[in-house]
């Protein structure tokens, strides 16, 4: 869809894109200024696998002032991206045929991973009613001999749905007693709107010893184009993410980790700034959807996204998610994400990393089309 929307802007067509899974944010200046005096100063080789000590020491100081847990230097891997992140954590924890449960709708990336790591992707389904969040029974059942891997997305992509910290503890419990590793993806643990993140491995000792903690700058710092992303871990676990990582990409750019170091250690009042924007964003969103008759958006209460539920519009010429993406893109020129995609059929993703001008004209075509179409 997004590539759709670039080529009919390309032909000069107004296209809104609500498609993107970016902030819309240029990336703060004290970020920039801080990578350009690595730049200057010669930070331009090759450095440790595991990155810059720069980096790691702002990582360690990062978890225990925000995700309330400790981590020693040798628990930490600077990758290039969250997603290369996890990419590592599957290649070293999965042999072929393990299974790995995920929890849909979830980000499509997760699934392609499993199976490139030779491992069975097997998904519990979860919906609006439970806030798009699992019942442990669920998982106890989906539980067997062969499984090794719960992946975790609190916040989420795509449903802005969050786990309480109860649901997390429930599940930590679980993954104890049968002896699972959880991967943990908090990239979006600093977009929450009605509630405080809480990070697996702050829970206790044994909980971190069963969770590798994926985290970023790309979304929390608007720098997705860094391509900077961490893994804290077991000393044993980090270890085998280094030499599989050293064999593979080596280090992360060194002189995008300084100014990854600076987003840790001195970005708080810019992020606050975006995070406000994301909230007037997010009540702009959710009232314009709300006087669209026919659609349900659960409020998100993290990251940046609406999972609409479409599904009384399916019908007809019309009867998919994907139908009705193609169709807004092609009569109302917005771009839109199908939640097939996602595993999360009947609805579409939206996202908000957009300008509430954007927002207004964008919705009201979609309330336009959906009227059209009724
Ligand atoms: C849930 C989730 N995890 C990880 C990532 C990847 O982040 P990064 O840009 O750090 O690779 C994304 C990006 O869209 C995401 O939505």
């Known amino acids: ?182 991967i943990s993806d908090e990239i979006y643990e600093r977009l929450t709107y009605d509630h405080d993140h809480c990070s697996f491995a702050s829970l206790s000792k044994d909980v971190a010893a069963h969770t590798i903690t994926i985290l970023g700058v790309s979304k929390t710092y608007s720098m997705t184009g860094w391509r900077i992303g961490f893994s804290v871990s077991t000393p044993e676990i980090a270890t085998a993410i280094a030499n599989f990582q050293d064999q593979v990409t080596s280090n992360a750019t060194t002189f995008a980790q300084a100014g990854a170091a600076a987003a840790l250690d001195s970005a708080t009042e810019t992020v606050a700034g975006m995070k406000q924007k994301f909230c007037d964003r997010r009540e702009l969103g959710l009232k314009l959807l709300g006087d669209i008759s026919g659609l349900k958006t659960a409020p998100p209460k993290g990251a940046f996204y609406f999972f609409t539920d479409v599904s009384l519009y399916l019908t007809g010429r019309i009867s998919t998610d994907v139908d009705l993406a193609d169709h807004l893109l092609d009569t109302a020129h917005i771009a839109t994400i199908p939640g097939s995609v996602f595993y999360g059929p009947g609805h579409l993703r939206l996202s908000y990393a957009n300008s509430p001008e954007a927002i207004t004209e964008g919705f009201t075509r979609l309330k336009n089309a959906l009227n059209d179409l009724s």
């Open 1 to 182: 869809m997004t590539a759709r929307a670039r080529d009919m802007k390309a032909a000069g067509i107004n296209v809104l894109s609500f498609a993107a899974g970016e902030p819309d944010f240029n990336t703060p200046e004290e970020i920039r200024e801080a990578a350009k005096v690595a730049l200057d100063e010669g930070q331009t080789k090759y450095c440790s696998s595991r990155g810059l000590p720069l980096l790691i020491e702002a990582i360690q100081r990062k978890v225990s002032r925000e995700n309330g847990f400790q981590c020693n230097a040798n628990q930490v891997v600077v990758s290039c991206g969250a997603k290369h992140s996890i990419y590592n954590a599957l290649q070293v924890l999965i042999n072929p045929g393990d299974e790995v449960i995920l929890f849909a709708p979830f980000w499509m990336t997760y699934a392609d991973q499993v199976l490139l790591a030779g491992g069975k992707p097997v998904i519990i389904h979860t919906t609006a009613e439970t806030g798009f969040t699992p019942d442990p029974d669920q998982i106890k059942r989906a539980i067997t001999a062969k499984t090794k891997v719960l992946i975790v997305n609190t916040p989420s992509n795509p449903t802005g749905g969050a786990w309480s910290r109860q649901l997390i503890k429930e599940v930590a419990s679980i993954a104890l007693k049968h002896n699972l590793m959880i």
